[in-house]
């Protein structure tokens, strides 16, 4: 089976090991991984701020990027949501729709591909630790899944996991919201990490680098010592 990765920015950026654990994970139950150097933002800055016009030439370049790929796997919800947005976004060219539909097809968040394609829930992950899942909004409201990472740590041996309080709470981040709404963020993100250390959870565990980064940063900044991992540095954990 091949797998084309969609790194997404913040993985190519600020989280490059993410990418290397997707790809071991990958490898080790059967994929062939490939990378296409073409590839850049799927264009979600500018669909959520309203500059559409700015989102189609970003998404007509990123179908014409995995145009032959057999799968395409982000470790991301919220970019392999907005690949499934491009529908839409080009709902007035009928050509390019039926090209962005192919896409959304093939399309599969990390988990939600283990999971539901290769019909993996053990990746042979050990990490003996007390942790808590953050549930992204993009993952769970437009990606609908809910279930995936949650099978998945089930069988990651030593693993503790913790329900995080108003799980379903979105963190704040938001991309473009935390910047136009600065104050309105800090409140939100400020009251998911109180329910973070209500868990009492050593590690707090997500699927979005977005969100990760977002909470890092105010458990970081108020000194609190709660680990940040993407899920799949777990399930690529060897302790």
């Not at 609908?144 to 998945?152: H, I, N, S, V, Y």
């Not at 913790?162 to 379903?168: A, D, M, T």
């Not at 009492?200 to 970081?220: F, P, V, W």
């Not at 010592?225 to 954990?237: D, F, G, R, T, Y």
Request: charge should be negative; aromatic fraction near 8%; include cysteine.
């Amino acid at each position: 089976m091949k797998v084309s990765l969609f790194i997404t920015c913040l993985g190519d950026v600020f989280y490059p090991g993410v990418g290397k654990d997707v790809v071991e994970i990958l490898e080790r139950n059967g994929c062939e991984v490939d990378f296409p150097d073409a590839q850049t933002c799927c264009g979600q800055p500018a669909y959520n701020s309203g500059y559409h016009k700015e989102a189609k030439k970003a998404a007509k370049h990123m179908i014409k990027t995995f145009d032959t790929a057999e799968y395409v796997v982000a470790p991301s919800g919220s970019c392999a949501a907005m690949f499934r947005e491009y529908e839409h976004l080009l709902e007035d060219d009928p050509a390019w729709k039926e090209r962005a539909r192919q896409l959304k097809e093939k399309t599969y968040e990390f988990t939600q591909f283990l999971v539901r394609v290769l019909k993996v829930e053990s990746t042979g992950a050990v990490l003996h630790a007390n942790a808590t899942y953050h549930s992204s909004c993009h993952m769970s409201r437009l990606l609908r899944e809910t279930e995936a990472p949650f099978r998945l740590l089930s069988n990651v041996e030593g693993l503790t996991l913790h329900e995080l309080p108003n799980k379903s709470d979105c963190c704040g981040f938001g991309g473009t919201f935390a910047v136009k709404m600065g104050a309105i963020s800090e409140q939100m993100v400020e009251e998911k990490v109180e329910h973070v250390e209500e868990t009492g959870a050593e590690i707090l565990i997500g699927a979005d680098s977005g969100c990760l980064m977002n909470i890092g940063g105010k458990l970081q900044r108020g000194g609190k010592p709660v680990k940040i991992m993407h899920i799949a540095q777990v399930l690529n954990s060897k302790e």
